[in-house]
């Protein structure tokens, strides 16, 4: 393969893209801070960051879906305001979208001249048509016949299709955001020796990804988003993936060091690894999900999930609850096989599952703490049982006053509360039907502080008193002080399971997230 | 490159599926055809396929308009009443206010594309669903009938009756009312409007996917005005070939008639959800609704009724198939 062109931060040449200062503010988030960006013709730049560090409001700015609040965008030096993204593409700048945003019913030749059809006599000039769409396939080295339905075609075909298409735009600039998300690795390939063939013309290509290795693989150089901030520019070969990895999640890692030390038990003897485990998963995977896992989890033990978003810590977990079905494997509760179809078989197998999204999928707001807490309890029983409201009373004032819910007032509307007390209520009413394992889908993800280490308490207690959990942060310190063992997930495969010793830091999780090394 | 990814899934049925349907009506037309020509003596006549355009002429012109708005995925359910309106207003214009022919023609083609683009520009500015904005304009137009008259107003004016009268006569003695010539020309310039015009081009891919068109930098606001325009211009030149063929106005014209226009185009392969469907479909999707009517009058003893229950039937049938269709379509 050719040498790719290394271009130098210190580059003379002119950035055929530049983004200065850009700022953007939705009512109540700042999604972006002053962030600079700067694509040169011929090289493919890597637009990194966590989920919410302000990539896709980014990319948005630049192809004219939002104007910036300040800061300015220029092509070839000309500084441009594009109010719409047709603007943005007369421009030059062309974007390709994770979903494929060409018309399946059309003709390849039509999605990718369409609105710039060849004409004769003010009709469309069907061979000629075909002709020059079979051309531009042909320069690209691809294979298709012009004139089948776009919708016959595999996604990652239509994937090249739409690269196609925006690049007959005469892009300049083509922004790829997640193109890769839904392609399997051969058509990963493919498309990479496409953006290689583009970028060899002189199209400055930005790149939005999740994987790393892609990153490594394709990339000259990066810039690194985070909480909407420009973290920095770097060229490719500063870099490892370790490193990168720093970047992204940056300084966060320290938060939490304030926290009086709660109960890291530091055991190297996880509770229950002599007995049988509660529940064991072997090879379990769901396409597009969750590469095939192996899994051990006994009473009593806490396991951590680390991982970066995106890297199917969440597709693990809801396999386990029967959220998702499972597409291989087989899982076994108590040594038995189980198949679980639907969430109500986990709840029946002791299962719970505080999911990340507590507004949309756990708590409804209107509904009081009394009433959100006893309604797992009162679906188990069926609506011919009800539970009789003194009970109910007795039911919310006690867990109220063991989670410390706040207002202390059974009575209070949930939306009136503050996250990490709605958190726990959501906790109330899955601990009330009393599960033998828990799992925690990211529990202290936007709560205080305070909240946050009585949340860790409580899944220490659990714990102690024999209950499963399997807990899953982005915090790397919080999964270390909580879990006797830490699953890593990477490209949404489980590479590494360590027990938490004395010897595990956050830094060897960041290793394991990055290399997929186990040491 | 490898080849295997980049062939298409299934080359054959691929290339097929849109003309599937048209052939399922095509071969189901001429089943009726034959077991009509079987059954019934003198059924078997090129003048009772001609008696059916004949007849149905004007379904046939309103049918291609909603053919337009169906393709985009929208739907457009006023055309019936603006072919009552039409009539209505001709026969107003012409018996009542004296004004010749050849001028209340384009008054009543120009309200029919006028109100078309304005329920067009209602779905498109403010977002609102075309079922919702068309049913307005449904009981809009039948309305308006009434401000003019709630009684029939017949028409006596000469040229009209001469016009209604007139038989263009063919090679065999064989002969069509000048609604069908008409109606034939209105198919042939719809063809390449949606086939060989940008225009058209971009109703497909509306149809396809709305938001995808919008990305492709597609004039998709400008369009879908346009379609619901032509629809309105069609259900106009309808009213205009009804009110020759019953020599009359009358507010309870054509009631019913966006639901045979909708009949006529499914059944003609065009799917309700948009992206794929021919005009020629629609065409014999209007014969198959006339044919079962001429059948049903061959037979005799049925009641006219009977038309619906089998139009009930076949649109159920082609539903199904469509849905069939629909799940080999996909690509995944």
């Known amino acids: ?519 | 490159m490898s080849t295997t990814l980049t062939k298409p899934l299934h080359r054959f049925s691929a290339r097929h599926a849109a003309h599937l349907p048209l052939m399922v009506t095509a071969t189901l037309l001429v089943a009726m055809f034959s077991i009509g020509s079987v059954q019934y003596e003198g059924f078997f006549s090129a003048q009772v396929l001609l008696n059916v355009l004949i007849d149905n002429g004007f379904l046939l012109v309103v049918a291609i308009g909603m053919t337009f708005v169906v393709l985009t995925g929208g739907i457009d359910l006023s055309v019936g009443s603006m072919v009552a309106l039409s009539t209505m207003l001709t026969a107003w214009l012409v018996e009542q206010n004296g004004l010749p022919l050849a001028l209340a023609v384009p008054v009543v083609l120009l309200v029919g594309a006028g109100g078309g683009a304005l329920m067009g520009w209602v779905i498109h500015a403010f977002e609102i669903q075309p079922f919702i904005v068309t049913l307005a304009g449904m009981f809009l137009g039948r309305g308006l009938c009434y401000m003019i008259s709630t009684e029939s107003i017949s028409l006596t004016d000469p040229t009209t009756t001469r016009i209604a009268q007139t038989r263009v006569l063919l090679p065999g003695g064989l002969f069509v009312s000048p609604a069908v010539i008409i109606a034939l020309v209105v198919l042939a310039l719809a063809f390449v409007v949606l086939h060989h015009t940008r225009f058209g081009r971009t109703v497909y891919a509306l149809g396809g996917n709305e938001s995808s068109a919008r990305l492709m930098g597609l004039p998709v606001g400008r369009t879908k005005v346009a379609v619901y325009a032509v629809s309105g211009l069609c259900s106009a030149l309808g009213g205009l070939l009804l009110t020759f063929y019953m020599l009359s106005g009358y507010a309870l014209h054509a009631v019913g008639m966006e639901l045979d226009a909708i009949a006529a185009a499914v059944i003609g392969g065009t799917l309700l959800t948009g992206g794929s469907g021919f005009v020629l479909g629609t065409a014999l999707g209007v014969t198959v609704l006339g044919l079962i009517q001429t059948i049903i009058s061959f037979q005799g003893t049925l009641s006219s009724w009977w038309t619906r229950i089998v139009i009930g039937g076949l649109l159920f049938v082609f539903i199904l198939l469509q849905r069939l269709f629909g799940g080999s379509r996909q690509a995944e």
């Open chain 1, 1 to 519: 393969m050719a040498v790719p062109p290394t271009p130098t931060p210190t580059r003379t040449d002119r950035p055929v893209l530049e983004a200065q200062g850009i700022r953007k503010v939705f009512p109540g988030v700042l999604a972006l801070d002053g962030v600079d960006l700067r694509l040169f013709p011929g090289e493919v730049h890597a637009l990194m960051g966590e989920n919410g560090a302000g990539k896709s409001t980014l990319i948005k700015v630049l192809t004219g879906v939002h104007p910036p609040d300040a800061g300015t965008v220029s092509v070839d030096g000309g500084f441009q305001r594009f109010a719409e993204p047709l603007e943005a593409q007369h421009a030059g700048i062309s974007t390709v979208y994770q979903e494929v945003n060409l018309c399946p019913n059309l003709s390849v030749a039509e999605n990718i001249l369409i609105g710039r059809e060849p004409r004769r006599l003010g009709l469309v000039h069907w061979s000629a048509l075909h002709e020059r769409a079979a051309r531009l396939i042909t320069e690209l080295e691809l294979d298709l016949d012009v004139r089948m339905p776009l919708g016959t075609y595999s996604l990652a075909v239509q994937q090249l299709v739409a690269i196609v298409r925006a690049v007959d735009v005469k892009a300049k600039v083509l922004i790829l955001d997640e193109p890769t998300s839904s392609l399997d690795r051969d058509e990963v390939a493919q498309l990479f020796t496409l953006v290689r063939r583009l970028r060899d013309r002189g199209v400055a290509i930005l790149f939005v990804t999740h994987f790393l290795d892609q990153v490594f693989d394709l990339c000259d150089r990066v810039t690194v988003l985070r909480n909407g901030r420009l973290e920095g520019e770097y060229r490719i070969d500063e870099l490892t993936p370790v490193t990168l990895v720093h970047r992204m999640v940056g300084s966060e890692l320290g938060i939490l060091d304030e926290l009086a030390e709660t109960s890291h038990t530091g055991t190297t003897d996880g509770p229950g690894s002599g007995d049988a485990p509660f529940l064991s998963a072997r090879g379990l995977a769901r396409a597009g999900g969750v590469q095939p896992y192996d899994l051990d989890i006994h009473r009593g033990e806490v396991i951590g999930l680390a991982g970066l978003l995106g890297s199917g810590r969440t597709e693990a977990a809801r396999l386990l609850f029967g959220a998702d079905h499972a597409d291989g494997g087989e899982l076994r509760i108590h040594g038995k096989r189980a198949v679980l179809r639907s969430p109500r078989a986990a709840i029946a197998h002791k299962i719970a599952f505080c999911s990340e999204n507590r507004k949309a999928e756990g708590l409804i707001g209107e509904l009081t703490v009394r009433e959100n807490i006893v309604l797992a309890l009162q679906a188990a029983r069926g609506w011919t049982k009800p539970v009789s409201r003194t009970r109910q009373d007795e039911i919310a004032a006690r867990w109220t006053e063991v989670l410390d819910i706040r207002p202390a007032d059974p009575e209070a509307e949930v939306r009136n509360l503050s996250g990490g007390n709605q958190q726990k209520v959501l906790l109330a009413r899955w601990l009330l039907t009393d599960p033998e394992l828990l799992i925690l889908d990211e529990p202290t993800r936007g709560i205080d502080i305070g909240a946050k280490t009585e949340i860790q308490k409580l899944v220490t207690s659990l714990a102690a008193e024999g209950t499963a959990v399997l807990f899953i942060s982005a915090e790397l310190e919080e999964v270390l002080r909580l879990s006797h063992r830490v699953g890593v997930l990477r490209d949404h495969r489980l590479v590494a399971t360590l027990p938490n010793d004395t010897t595990l830091t956050p830094d060897r999780i960041l290793g394991a997230i990055a290399t997929g090394a186990t040491s």
